[in-house]
Each structure stands twice: as structure tokens, then as C-alpha cells.
């Protein structure tokens, strides 16, 4: 079947998504099963490669084989193109292997022409129907095909309705969408310089060939790249006779899905609207009506939509989005799919599942994104500061969450305020995908139109974003920029807070708290903590990290950065005065008053923590950081220390560095200035000591960062046992402790073997193994990387997920290296690849113990290292 | 004989080193040979590391041992200690595999106390030498076992002389010395609490413990690692019945070289002093004669010396270095080693020797220190002018040669200075890329910060120009015009001296010696040529360099930095205009301007190398580099742009990077720009294309800095083929080229098999790879580096030698993957380490096919080429 591009639904399955397309196979899976849907046929996603790789141009043997299905169509409905009776109408839809949802084309009611409109106003009765598809439909061929501005043919609308005196499409006659008609064909005949196309053979073939089209339009690019869609998959194209859903009163067109898509109850959830198209739905012109509604307006269909949808859930074994269309109180199934659902739902429809038997444990685990657990754990406003909140408007709590920001109208502005670090609200009369980078951009999305499955709706809750949709209180105006809502005037640049889980928006800025998570959520995460093998800690600074992190289920602390401390206000001026010493005299005495505020550091942390592991690293930033700028600063400073300024700035100077992450930091600051560690060790073993006394058992673990070379760790790590030593013996006691190092510097992971021998565990930095693997700052990369992946240079950033060709290469050479010195050595990593799926996923297959992570991605990196497990056994 | 430390000098011989160290070893080899040796015994090596092991006391089997070979040595010499009569005199000297001349200690006389020396007057029939050697005694075992001060010895001389009103000691009679005896005792009760022992056992015992404990004094300590000599090795200790030169007329002693170590001429070159001990000629208190004046003085005895010398010789097969003590008429050998010579006596001797027959060429090669071939190829300071010399400071001794010249701060100045013919110094905090016109005309430079790979090393490396670094010890005002060393202040127009090779500043102008290449200089390369393996080129930027490179040998042009190319006068305009441009149109017209000059440099590079191969790196620096950064040459700039002052401050602030190092350079700006590598493909190219109407076939080898990746490779690649392809098409004509990559990141070493299927050639660029597989900044570790050698942490600067165990195994990893992937893959190495010798040896091992290094060092990396073929085939 080598040369078979097309493939009638009769002959395909859900299991042929990858030639189909998800729309495609689904459609034929329906009909297989034997659910009311309308016949056509799919155009495959290798035909799409085909079009591309030929120079966009549809070869004969295509055009001859979807031919060969239009007659057997022809024939199996009994109509014909051009025909005066009971012509054939079609609509033409892309349908990729990923769902991309409006983001490529649809053109509807293809292959009305001058006959055939007399043929459907004949079959339906309907003259006035037949005449406003036939506007309709060129006006999306138009667009659609020829690229033709929707606004030439809106605007004549906008003229007609006016002339008539009328406010409403539908109160135009059928004699006035005749003239309009007219009007649109000449219309698209001065813009193309061609009479509008009659025969439907030409208007498939053009609508075809834009289907493909639009797998690269800009819109389409900017998504796949959002979602992770290669580019080189292509679109199917599925074209299928027409049904109608505003054939009049016992017509109509929903969507539903088969559970609650924002809670996860077991109930149809939808909305539909009667004598309407499925694009009035989606575009949310008209407020549509709960799908509960059909049961007392049309009872039978409603038990049968039911029925479909029960088979449909229990085929696929998972949430269903469909699309119906009852014609003539005739229902019929347009598409089904996976339902996007909330996390909060996707975890309550999991759990469920498996309680009803339907999918295992793991099938559920592996159904879960672990990055949408993130909203989950999204703060949402609090109670009370909520009460004195004033209330400007509510709609459709369309995406939860809570968010504050500026109001900006366009999503240029929002990712230009991004640039500037605002936090912005993207407000939109309703959203397109054209907004995408803005509403990425944006902490959330309030739109004045549209419903729960809106453009705005379903994005938004594709992202984890907090979006409150169709708020008809509200008045957009994005020329004026200005949001009217009663007396009330937002001005751009004003700020609002949205809560996207119950619809209200707000005046001003609202504070915020984190949220509580449902039985089903600990059910879940108790499976997935049965499943996983790596260790999940968290990197975390202060006791309040801390307790976040028990709360969110980390098992320890893999990363407690010591120099987080040192910012604090009641610090930074020791901190200062220890760095710009010119004596160790002077430099012991700063840091004499540091370390009763360290130890309390510590003591609190390791409350915090009970016995779960801790993981302390020693000072990192190179001493300058920590420096003033300022001019007050500096004076300040400089009369603390009985400098003039000069000299304080000579001294300052002095520190800089050309490259400072090369420069003099980490445990090279120990080999030059050893009391800096020692004071910092000494707080370590001291807290521990004392929070003995209240029956903790502490076994600290001292992280040295930095290491190149095995001969650092040991000048190091003697400089420190002899401190601990030193404490033991104030003490008069001892406790156990570990000492270990990062790897985050190549050579220190090619020569593990050696530093093994001298350290109890390793925590792989990759934020700078990255770094200095690549030769990659940090800083200063942003500005060509992105360029690289735009370029297809780089899939990702290696920041974002890590590169296994290479960093992954240096990290399995240091597990191999070290686990040769030292057989049970300890290995985590707490780089911020920690908290990242696909890279945990990575850290368990070469064997590392445990992650750490920041604790609101705790949850996230216990999932990631269960299915990393799943995945694992299941070869996938 | 595991627990034998004690050898007699008949049981040893000279391949006992390790065990006698160089001294025992070589008097047991002269014993042997039938030389007259004062006859003695050696404690081992083995003794002092277990004296070191055992908390520094000597255990009672030594002491056995000792006295086994004393009561020996009293037998065969028929003397006893504390004899009246005929008493037996020892040396105590210390004696380590490697020599450390006058680093650790040495007794003489031991033996004497008030008994012996009436003995030793009695034998000698010279009571004045008796006292006198007693007093000495006192003085040196009381310095040398018990740390007293020498001071509180001198001081009673003088006090003695002054009573005496005499001037010299030998004015003094043996009753002044008898009384001087006494009062010397009297001193050393004072400062031990007992009395001088007089048992001539417990002397020794003290003095070898003496001996052994000067292995760890300061100066040995300083001595080992400045010379990489291991802390573990321990000394022997060489017992020696004395003989002595101070018996009257017909004694005396000297030093001998069996040739002339400054020349090499095959005659003995020596000083000897008429009854003396050796101590007074290593002192210089009295001036020594000729070694030649003894064969008028006595005939004889310098027949017979002279035959020692030669037998000495041809058994050592290498100019020995002999100290020599006639005893009334009786001569005896005190010491040989091989001599230590200059460069030049070096190789005229290792020729001389072949050509003698007594040594293979092989072996004269091994012989010759591939470094001090340095001091060959520059002029060097005058020995005795720098005598009188002041010192101002020391600094690294970053590029060799000798320079003298007019204190200038600022590259301009220099300029300007050399226009009116003035020779100059540049001294600098820190030399910059905008330094490079500056440098070239200065006659040195001197910086005070920066260490030896620090941009003014490098680059004054590569010119062949002297330079002394990170001179810390003098602080550098280029706003006032001033350098402040101490109490000194210099400033602009005066003179200073500085020593490349030593890291010498000298105040004032020195006299100045140029060095001349001997015919044995080339008999010696055509030797090392014949040998070698490696191929070795130059680092080589303009015409100049690389004229200068074939003078020394080089093979071809190992790397081209076609970035410096782009500081000269004539182009930085249109350079900084290039990067600053904000269109692709702007930066192609500046380009436009840019080709003519590139194409005409490849051309004169090409036509200097003949058809050598050329190695051509693409831009390499991140492009603020080139940008101006003071306010007269920003608005310069401004006005040929079209921009108002703040406008392009912008622009540069924009450009400027927290990590330079590792930001935006490289084939990354290829990426972002690539119509700058095509300008730059297209002047390689063209040149080509032109210079074959001249008869050169040029094969361009045009390399790609800082891959990563090897998709950066593919992309870069592409847009230079293309425009190959363009230039190939409009000269209707094509050439042969290849395109190859640096590997210097770290990433590319280990993802080498994937871009070797990209690329002809790998060139290591270890100066970066050590940056980044160590994490340190060039520019910044410095400060941080010298303590770690201080400290031990490292042997040496990995950016002086390369680290074989982490940037070494890089390279082996990238030497590896990329031969599996494309076996015949061209490999070198253009870093810094491409001209120092154990990293020249490193890169034989690994079999790379060529070293490339800056001029000056070719004929260095030529022999360090041949020396790793016969130490491979030696296993040495």
C-alpha cells in the first residue's frame, strides 16, 4: 500500500493515528464501532511530507486517488456535486498526529456553487439557509484558499445589515443573502482577478492543498514549538460529507466531554446551541447552553448522545471530547478526542478510572504530564484579603489559578512589559491564536467573550494558565485601551488580579496562598511514590523552603545554599566587612559575628527537615557579589571598616573579575581564605550538636562546590575535619557527618574516579556542568540560543532539559568513574534539571539516587521518577 | 640486604643513585675506577625517608651500622678518632639523587675536639691549621646540628682581629686561634645549656641527623619544587675522612670542568686556590687562578688531574664537573658530576661528543633541554652589566628575550614614541586586544597583573617579544603616568630593563648581548628533524610571523588569528562599523570594505609560507572586543555612523557580556552573522585562487572556532560552502580545501565522533579547553592559581603544562572518537601547550599528527618532538 494516500473512515482505525491524524483515525474508529458519523475519507500525513518535499504541489495520483473516493462517497449518500436536488457538500479539516486546536484550517460547506445552492435550499426547504452557507462558505474559501482579508466580505455584511436596518445576520432575508452573495463573488473576483471557482473539484483541490498549507503557517510553528510537535510530521486532511446544526429548531451543534474537564466528575459536561453551526460554539458569538439542557429539549437524542459518549469512554478507556451536530434531529458524532482537562481533573478522572476498573495504576500514573502538576501547587488568592478586594466583574472560570498583573491589550505589549519584568494580564474581547506568545507571556488571560471551550479556554488550560473567559460585564477597548466595567475605567498599565477558578476578576493586586490538594491527589502520589525508585529532596534555603518541601513530599534536602543566607540584611554588612578584610585578624572577627547566624540557620532548617537528609553547600559565589555598587553603599561600608571610599572602591575593583563563573569562587575561595569554610562547617556540626539535645539525630552532609581536581577536595576537606574536630573537642562529643562534593566542573566529572575516593557522594551541578560543557554563560547565552533554536541548531535549550549527548555523557562518566572507586557512594543532582521530567527521567536511567529540586516541583520530580520507572519497563 | 643503610664507597657505584644519592654514588664509581678518593661510606637515601618515617630519631642498627664502617675506615686509613697522634677527620655532606647545590648542609672537620687537634697539629706539624679547623668545626656543627646563629661566632673574629689590629684571619696566630677555641666553646655552653661535645660519636650522630634534616629546611623546600624535584626522595649522607688544601704551599683546591660549559670547547676550564679549603672558592672571599696556571705550578700533579678529568669523562660519557683538593702534593677527587652548561656550550658539546664517538646521536638529543633553546633564539642580558643592575621588581617570566626601553602606558604613546624612533616598554595593568598595535611596537611589555597564559603572555609569546607578567610587586597609574615600586617611582620616558626569560625589572637601560647560532645549532635540528614524528607548525597572523616561522622551521601555519588582523589602524574603522551596524545591509557594506585587506593578508601569508599548509581560523573573539571604550574614539565612531554618542553607548553596552569568555563568539557569531565568515571565506578563498597565477598550489585549511556542537559545525559549514561555491563560480575556476574545527570545548571532545563526520581536521585548542574543563578564567585565575601551586594543590599551571589526567583524557577521548569515525581525520594542537615540551611529548603519545606554536618555539617543539620518538623507544 506503498502509494495509498487516502483512506476512506471505513478503512482506517485509532490505532493509525501517525498516517491519519488523531481527527482522522478517530473518525474512523468511530464509524468502526459503529457511532453515527457523517462518511468521508482522510487524506494521509504522508501525503502532506509528499506535498511538502515535491515543492507544494499535488501530484495527479493524489488528485485520482481522493477522486476515487469522491464517487464511492457520491454514491453512498446517494448525492452529487453540482447538483440541483440533493448536491454533495463537504467540509474540508486538518488533522494532525498531535491536536493542534485552531490552529490550522477548516473550510466548510465546499462544493456549493451557483447550482448546488438551489439544490440544498431545495433539500433542506430552506432557501435563506442555502444562501447564507453559500456566503459563508466563500468567504472562508476566500480566506482560507486565496488569503483574501475576512474584512472585505464582513464589512459588506456590516453594509447590508445597516441598509436593512437590522442588528442580527439572521434577520436578513434569504433575497438579501442572494445580493450578498453576488457581492462576495465580486469581491473575490477583483482580488484574485479570477471569477470565483464553481466546479467543487477545483474548490477540493485549492482547499487541499491550503489544509497543507497550514501546517507552517506562523501560528501553527509557534504551537508545535510551544507543545514539543516535531515539524516534519505534516497534517492529514479529512474531508466528510457535510451535516447541518442550523437546519432550524431541531437542529443544533455542542461539544462535550465525558467527564467535568475542570474537576474530573463523572458527568457529561458540555454545551451546545440550537440552529447553529460547531463554529458559532467555538467562537463564542453566541452564549451557548448547558448540555444538560438537551435532555428536556430533545430527550432521544440526548440519551443517545449519552449512550456514544458512555462507548466512546469506555473504548478508549479515557476522557472524551466530542463534537456532535444533530441535523434535522438526526445526531451525528463529528470528532472525538482525548479531553484536555485541568491536573486538578486529570488526577480525580485517573483515580477514577482505576477505581472503575477500567486502566491500572501505572496506565494512570503514565497518563499524568508531570509539568501540569505545577498547577496544582499554584497559589491561589487568599480568603481574606479576598473580602476587601473590590469586585469588577465575573466570568467563566475558564482556566484555574490566580493571578495579579498589568493589564496590557495586545500580546506585543505583554512580551514587551515581559522584557521589563512586569507581571502582566493579557485582556483580550476574545482570544486567536495569533495571541499565543502573549498569552505565554502573560501571568493570565481575561477575555469578554467566548465559552469553557473557547480559543482562550482551552489554550490557557493547555498551559496551566489562569484565564477567566467571556466576562460580558466587561467592555474591551484595545484602541483606547481601556477595559469598561460599569464606572469603572482600567487603564493599560493598571493592575487587576483574576481568579481562574472561580471566575472574578479584581481591582488591584490580591494576595495569595498556596492551594490544598484533594484526597485523590495524595491517593495518586502515594501510587506514584510505590512506583519510584530515585530519591526526591528538594533545594531549599531558609526553614520556610523547607517546611514547603516536607509539605510537598521531598525526602531531604539536596541543596541548602549557605549564601542565600548571607543577603540578609542583618548579615550583609559581616558578610562585607569579612570579604574586604586585608587581614585574616580582621577577616575572623566579621565572620565571628556571622556564625551565631549561621548556626541558627541551620538549627532551624534541620527542625524543619526532622531527620530527613540535609545537604549543605559551602560558600559558591565569587566574593564580589556580594559587594555594593551603590555610591551610599560603598561609603557606608567604608565607614564601618575605617577606609576612605578610594580605597574601598581599589579594594572592590581589585575583586572584579572578567569572567566571574570562572573566576575565584566555590572551594577556591576556601584554599585562599580557609576560615570562611571553617566558620561555616563549625555552624553545621554546632547546630547539629545542639538540636541533639532536643532528640534529633542529625547527620549533616557538607557539600564542597567547585571541584576540579581531587587535590582541592583534600585541601579542603582536611581544613574542615580539623575544624569539626575542633568542636568535637569544645563539646566534649561527636556526631556523624558526611562530606561530599558537586560535579559541576568537566574535569571533575572525567576524573571521578579519584575524587570518589576522597568524597562520600556527589551531586551533579548541571546548571554549571551545562555551562562549562558548552562553554555556554548563562547570562550572556539567551541571546544566541534562542536564535539556535529557532535555527534547529538545538532542539532545547540544554538549560531547560539536559543534553544527554553530551552533559549526560559527562554525568554517566562520572557515575561509572565513582561507583568504580567507591561501590556504594551517594548520587544525587541538584542542578535545576532536577525538577525537569524528561531529564530526571535521564538521572534514573544512569542510576542516581535521588533529585532535589525547588519544592514546588517536588511533586513533579516524584511523578517524572515513577514513570521513569514505568517507561523503563515498558520500553517506552 | 634489606636493612643495609650503610655502603662503603668500594661497594657502590654510579647506578645506585637512587639509593647514594649523585655524590655517594659518583665517589663510589670514582673509587672503583681507581680515582683518589678520600675513602668513606654513604648512608643510604632509604635511611632519611626512614629517619622522616620514624619522627626523626635515628635508631640504634644506623648507629651499629656506622660504627661498623667507621671502625673500617679507622683501620684502612690508620687513624682513630680523638687521636693524639693521628687522628681520624671527617665530611659530613648531604647527597641527593638530583642536585641541589647549597641547599642543604654539610660539617667538615668533624672529629676535632681538645684532644684531636693536638693530634692534627702533630700530624700536620702546624699548630696555626689545627686551631683554625677547630674553631671552623666549632663554628659549623654549631650552625649546621644546633642552629646557632653563626653571627655569635663572627663577631668574636672580628672583635679578635680588631684586638689584634690585623685584617685578615690568617694574621691571626695559633694562640689568638687557641683563645678563639675557647671562647667558641664558651658561646656554644651559652646557647645549649652544655658543653661542645667532644666525643667525636655523638658529633657525627648530631651531624647526620643534621644532614638529614636539611632535606626539609625552607630553601630545599623552595629549591625542590621550583626544579620539580619530589618532596619524598629524602638525601643521602656522604662520610668522608677529610683531606686537606690549607696545608701549606703544596696544597691547595679546586673546580674543573672537563670542558667549557659557556662555549663548550673541548679543553678543561677551572680555578683552584693555593692552600685553601674548598669552602673559600665556592665563597669568592680570595680570587682563584686558572685551572691552566696549576701545570706551571705543578707540573705533575696536573698531568695527573688531567688525566683523572678525561678518564672521568669518556667513563660518564658527558662533560664532567670535578671538585678537586691536593694535600701536600697528593691529589684527590672530591666530587664529579655532570656539568651544568649554557645552551650553546650544551649543543656544541652534545655534538662535539657524538662526533667523538663517545655518545649517539640519539643520546645527544636527550641530553639537550628542549626550553633552553629558548634562550638561543633571544637576545639576553649582558652577564656582567646586570651585576650593577638595580632590581625594581619580579614579575613571571612570561615571554622570553631581554628588553630595555622608555616606560609608555599607552598603546598610542608607544606608537607615537616609535615614529620618533624611541625604543619603549608598554606597561600595562593588563594588556587588551586594543593593546595589539602598541605591543608590536613596543620593544617589551610589562604588566602587573595577568599570569602566564594572560592575553599579554600569549600574545607577546607569539610575537617572539619580550614580556614580564603579573608583576605584583609594582602598581601600575596610567592616569598619572606612573609606575610606584616600594619607595621608587617611575615615569613615562624613563628607562627600564626587563628580563623575559627571568622575570627581572631592572631600572635604567642594560647592556645587551645578541646570541648567535652556531653550524653545530643546525647539525643538532638536522638530527632532531630526522627523528621526530609530529610535524611541527607555526601560530602564525601575518606575513612577518610567518617568514619568521620558516627561518625556525616550521612546517606550515598551525593557526592563523585572522581577529588580529582586524586591530590594525587601516581596518578597526570599518570593523567596529561592521559590528555595529543594526541592519544585514549596513554590515555587508563594511565587510565590502574589509575583503580587499583579508584577502590581501591571506595572499602574503600564503606567499610566505610557500606551499606549506595554512591553517586559517575564522573570527574567534566575542566582537565588543573591538569596540572602543573611550569617549573620543566612541564619538569617532559615532560620527562615521551617523549615531549621536549615547546611541552607541547603547549599542556597546548591549554587546558587552557578564562572561565573555563564554558568551557570544565564535561560530556562535557565525551563527548570528554569517555574512561575516563569508566575508572571511571569500578573502581565503580568493587569495587562493589569485596567488596560483603565481605558480602556488595553496590547499586553505579554514577552521571553525568553538563547536560544541556538531550542529553548529553543519550550519556554519553550509554557509561557507555556499559561498566557496559563489566565489568558485565567478572565477570559473576551483581549488582543493579542506574545513576543519577546533576542539576546545569541552562538549566537543566528547561528542567527537559526531563532528569529526563533519570535519577534515581537529585542531585542540587546549587554552580554552583547560578554561573550561577546569572552570577557570585565563584573566582570573591567576590570583588563585600561583596558591595553589604554593600550596601543592597542583605541580604546575594547567595552562602551562597540560593536565594529562582531565584535559589530556579529553583529547584522548576526541582523538579516539573521531579516528572511529573518520580514520584518517588530521589532528594538532594550536593552544599554548603546542610549544612546551612534556605537553609536545603528551601529544606524540597520543598521536596527533602535528604541534603547532608560536615561532619562537618551533625549534623547542621540533626537539620535544623528536625526544618523545626515543623516550617512547626507550620506555623512559
Given at each position: 500500500?506503498?502509494?495509498?494516500?487516502?483512506?476512506?473512515?471505513?478503512?482506517?482505525?485509532?490505532?493509525?493515528?501517525?498516517?491519519?491524524?488523531?481527527?482522522?483515525?478517530?473518525?474512523?474508529?468511530?464509524?468502526?464501532?459503529?457511532?453515527?458519523?457523517?462518511?468521508?475519507?482522510?487524506?494521509?500525513?504522508?501525503?502532506?511530507?509528499?506535498?511538502?518535499?515535491?515543492?507544494?504541489?499535488?501530484?495527479?495520483?493524489?488528485?485520482?486517488?481522493?477522486?476515487?473516493?469522491?464517487?464511492?462517497?457520491?454514491?453512498?449518500?446517494?448525492?452529487?456535486?453540482?447538483n440541483e436536488e440533493n448536491p454533495l457538500l463537504l467540509s474540508v479539516r486538518s488533522g494532525?498526529?498531535?491536536?493542534?486546536?485552531?490552529?490550522?484550517?477548516?473550510?466548510?460547506?465546499?462544493?456549493?456553487?451557483?447550482?448546488?445552492?438551489?439544490?440544498?435550499?431545495?433539500?433542506?426547504?430552506?432557501?435563506?439557509?442555502?444562501?447564507?452557507?453559500?456566503?459563508?462558505?466563500?468567504?472562508?474559501?476566500?480566506?482560507?484558499?486565496?488569503?483574501?482579508?475576512?474584512?472585505?466580505?464582513?464589512?459588506?455584511?456590516?453594509?447590508?445589515?445597516?441598509?436593512?436596518?437590522?442588528?442580527?445576520d439572521t434577520e436578513l432575508t434569504a433575497e438579501d443573502l442572494k445580493i450578498l452573495v453576488e457581492e462576495y463573488k465580486k469581491v473575490y473576483y477583483e482580488e484574485e482577478g479570477e471569477p470565483f471557482p464553481q466546479e467543487p473539484i477545483e474548490q477540493l483541490k485549492l482547499s487541499i492543498k491550503a489544509v497543507f498549507e497550514s501546517w507552517n503557517n506562523p501560528r501553527a510553528i509557534v504551537y508545535r514549538k510551544l507543545n514539543d510537535i516535531p515539524d516534519d510530521l505534516g497534517t492529514a486532511v479529512n474531508v466528510q460529507s457535510m451535516v447541518f446544526g442550523n437546519m432550524g429548531d431541531m437542529s443544533g451543534t455542542g461539544v462535550a466531554f465525558t467527564r467535568n474537564p475542570a474537576s474530573g466528575e463523572n458527568?457529561?459536561?458540555?454545551?451546545?446551541?440550537?440552529?447553529?453551526?460547531?463554529?458559532?460554539?467555538?467562537?463564542g458569538v453566541r452564549t451557548p447552553r448547558s448540555i444538560s439542557e438537551l435532555k428536556d429539549l430533545m430527550p432521544e437524542i440526548y440519551e443517545e448522545f449519552v449512550a456514544s459518549a458512555n462507548k466512546l469512554e469506555k473504548h478508549y478507556k479515557d476522557m472524551q471530547d466530542i463534537e456532535f451536530t444533530i441535523e434535522k434531529g438526526k445526531l451525528y458524532l463529528?470528532?472525538?478526542?482525548?479531553?484536555?482537562?485541568?491536573?486538578?481533573?486529570?488526577?480525580?478522572?485517573?483515580?477514577?478510572?482505576?477505581?472503575?476498573?477500567?486502566?491500572?495504576?501505572?496506565?494512570?500514573?503514565?497518563?499524568?504530564?508531570?509539568?501540569?502538576?505545577?498547577?496544582?501547587?499554584?497559589?491561589?488568592?487568599?480568603?481574606?484579603?479576598?473580602?476587601?478586594?473590590?469586585?469588577?466583574?465575573?466570568?467563566?472560570?475558564?482556566?484555574?489559578?490566580?493571578?495579579?498583573?498589568?493589564?496590557?491589550?495586545?500580546?506585543s505589549d505583554i512580551v514587551e512589559a515581559k522584557e521589563r519584568e512586569e507581571k502582566t494580564i493579557l485582556v483580550r474581547q476574545e482570544t486567536s491564536p495569533e495571541d499565543i506568545e502573549g498569552m505565554v507571556a502573560a501571568e493570565g488571560i481575561l477575555t469578554a467573550r467566548g465559552g469553557m471551550t473557547s480559543h482562550a479556554a482551552v489554550v490557557a488550560r493547555g498551559m496551566g494558565?489562569?484565564?477567566?473567559?467571556?466576562?460580558?460585564?466587561?467592555?474591551?477597548?484595545?484602541?483606547?485601551?481601556?477595559?469598561?466595567?460599569?464606572?469603572?475605567?482600567?487603564?493599560?498599565?493598571?493592575?487587576?488580579?483574576?481568579?481562574?477558578?472561580?471566575?472574578?476578576?479584581?481591582?488591584?493586586?490580591?494576595?495569595?496562598?498556596?492551594?490544598?490538594?484533594?484526597?485523590?491527589?495524595?491517593?495518586?502520589?502515594?501510587?506514584?511514590?510505590?512506583?519510584?525508585?530515585?530519591k526526591v529532596r528538594a533545594n531549599a534555603d531558609t526553614p520556610r523552603d523547607a517546611k514547603q518541601a516536607v509539605i510537598f513530599g521531598a525526602e531531604g534536602i539536596g541543596l541548602c545554599r549557605t549564601e542565600h543566607m548571607f543577603f540578609a540584611d542583618d548579615r550583609i554588612p559581616a558578610v562585607r566587612r569579612m570579604i574586604v578584610s586585608n587581614s585574616v585578624e580582621l577577616r575572623q572577627r566579621a565572620l565571628d559575628e556571622l556564625l551565631?547566624?549561621?548556626?541558627?540557620?541551620?538549627?532551624?532548617?534541620?527542625?524543619?527537615?526532622?531527620?530527613?537528609?540535609?545537604?549543605?553547600?559551602?560558600?559558591?559565589p565569587p566574593l564580589h557579589e556580594f559587594l555594593p555598587s551603590k555610591v551610599e553603599d560603598i561609603n557606608k561600608l567604608a565607614d564601618s571598616m575605617n577606609l576612605d571610599y578610594e580605597e574601598l572602591k581599589d579594594i572592590i575593583r581589585e575583586l572584579s573579575e572578567v569572567n566571574p563563573m570562572l573566576g575565584h569562587r566555590g572551594c577556591r575561595i576556601a584554599i585562599t581564605f580557609p576560615e570562611i569554610y571553617r566558620m561555616q562547617v563549625r555552624a553545621i556540626i554546632e547546630a547539629a550538636l545542639d538540636i541533639r539535645k532536643e532528640g534529633l539525630n542529625i547527620v549533616p552532609e557538607i557539600m564542597i562546590p567547585l571541584i576540579g581536581d581531587v587535590n582541592e577536595l583534600k585541601y579542603v576537606k582536611n581544613e574542615i575535619i580539623e575544624e569539626i574536630e575542633l568542636v568535637f573537642m569544645e563539646y566534649n562529643d561527636s556526631i556523624e557527618y558526611f562530606i561530599g562534593t558537586m560535579i559541576e566542573v568537566p574535569r571533575a566529572a572525567i576524573t571521578a574516579d579519584e575524587i570518589a575516593k576522597e568524597a562520600d557522594f556527589f551531586s551533579f551541578g548541571t546548571n554549571d556542568l551545562t555551562?562549562?560543557?558548552?562553554?555556554?554563560?548563562?547570562?550572556?547565552?539567551?541571546?544566541?540560543?534562542?536564535?539556535?533554536?529557532?535555527?534547529?541548531?538545538?532542539?532545547?535549550?540544554?538549560?531547560?532539559?539536559?543534553?544527554?549527548?553530551?552533559?549526560?555523557k559527562?554525568?554517566?562518566?562520572?557515575?561509572?568513574?565513582?561507583?568504580?572507586?567507591?561501590?556504594?557512594?551517594?548520587?544525587?543532582?541538584?542542578?535545576?534539571?532536577?525538577?525537569?521530567?524528561?531529564?530526571?527521567?535521564?538521572?534514573?536511567?544512569?542510576?542516581?539516587?535521588?533529585?532535589?529540586?525547588?519544592?514546588?516541583r517536588v511533586p513533579i520530580a516524584r511523578l517524572a521518577a515513577a514513570q521513569a520507572v514505568l517507561k523503563e519497563k515498558l520500553n517506552i
Open positions: 500500500m506503498k502509494n495509498k494516500y487516502v483512506y476512506s473512515f471505513h478503512e482506517g482505525s485509532k490505532e493509525m493515528k501517525a498516517l491519519l491524524g488523531g481527527k482522522g483515525a478517530n473518525l474512523a474508529e468511530m464509524t468502526n464501532i459503529g457511532l453515527p458519523v457523517p462518511p468521508g475519507f482522510t487524506i494521509t500525513t504522508k501525503a502532506c511530507t509528499r506535498f511538502y518535499k515535491e515543492g507544494q504541489i499535488l501530484w495527479q495520483e493524489l488528485l485520482d486517488e481522493v477522486n476515487i473516493h469522491l464517487k464511492e462517497l457520491e454514491q453512498s449518500l446517494g448525492k452529487t456535486f453540482s494532525s498526529v498531535y491536536s493542534m486546536p485552531g490552529m490550522m484550517d477548516t473550510i466548510l460547506n465546499l462544493g456549493l456553487n451557483d447550482i448546488s445552492v438551489e439544490g440544498l435550499a431545495k433539500s433542506t426547504g430552506n432557501q435563506r439557509f442555502a444562501y447564507d452557507s453559500y456566503r459563508r462558505f466563500i468567504q472562508m474559501f476566500a480566506d482560507v484558499a486565496m488569503g483574501i482579508p475576512k474584512i472585505r466580505f464582513e464589512s459588506l455584511l456590516e453594509d447590508k445589515k445597516e441598509e436593512k436596518g437590522v442588528a442580527l458527568k457529561i459536561f458540555g454545551e451546545f446551541l440550537i440552529n447553529a453551526q460547531g463554529e458559532d460554539v467555538v467562537a463529528l470528532q472525538t478526542r482525548t479531553g484536555k482537562r485541568t491536573i486538578h481533573a486529570a488526577i480525580n478522572i485517573a483515580v477514577d478510572l482505576v477505581e472503575e476498573g477500567l486502566i491500572s495504576k501505572e496506565e494512570a500514573l503514565l497518563r499524568i504530564d508531570p509539568n501540569q502538576l505545577d498547577q496544582l501547587l499554584h497559589p491561589t488568592f487568599e480568603e481574606k484579603s479576598l473580602k476587601s478586594a473590590k469586585i469588577i466583574a465575573k466570568g467563566l472560570p475558564a482556566s484555574p489559578g490566580a493571578a495579579s498583573g498589568k493589564v496590557y491589550f495586545h500580546a494558565k489562569c484565564c477567566v473567559a467571556g466576562c460580558s460585564e466587561i467592555r474591551v477597548d484595545d484602541e483606547m485601551k481601556v477595559i469598561k466595567a460599569g464606572e469603572l475605567t482600567i487603564n493599560e498599565g493598571d493592575y487587576i488580579s483574576i481568579d481562574g477558578g472561580s471566575g472574578m476578576v479584581y481591582l488591584g493586586q490580591v494576595k495569595k496562598e498556596q492551594p490544598e490538594l484533594s484526597g485523590n491527589f495524595e491517593k495518586f502520589m502515594d501510587w506514584v511514590d510505590d512506583i519510584r525508585i530515585l551565631p547566624m549561621q548556626r541558627k540557620d541551620f538549627f532551624e532548617i534541620y527542625k524543619a527537615m526532622g531527620e530527613r537528609p540535609v545537604t549543605i553547600r559551602l560558600l559558591d555551562q562549562m560543557g558548552f562553554g555556554y554563560s548563562r547570562d550572556d547565552s539567551g541571546k544566541f540560543l534562542n536564535e539556535y533554536v529557532e535555527k534547529e541548531i538545538f532542539k532545547k535549550s540544554p538549560f531547560e532539559v539536559i543534553d544527554r549527548a553530551g552533559v549526560g559527562l554525568m554517566e562518566m562520572a557515575v561509572d568513574l565513582g561507583r568504580k572507586s567507591k561501590k556504594d557512594i551517594h548520587l544525587g543532582i541538584c542542578g535545576e534539571h532536577g525538577g525537569e521530567p524528561s531529564s530526571i527521567e535521564f538521572c534514573h536511567d544512569i542510576g542516581l539516587d535521588y533529585v532535589s529540586c525547588s519544592p514546588y
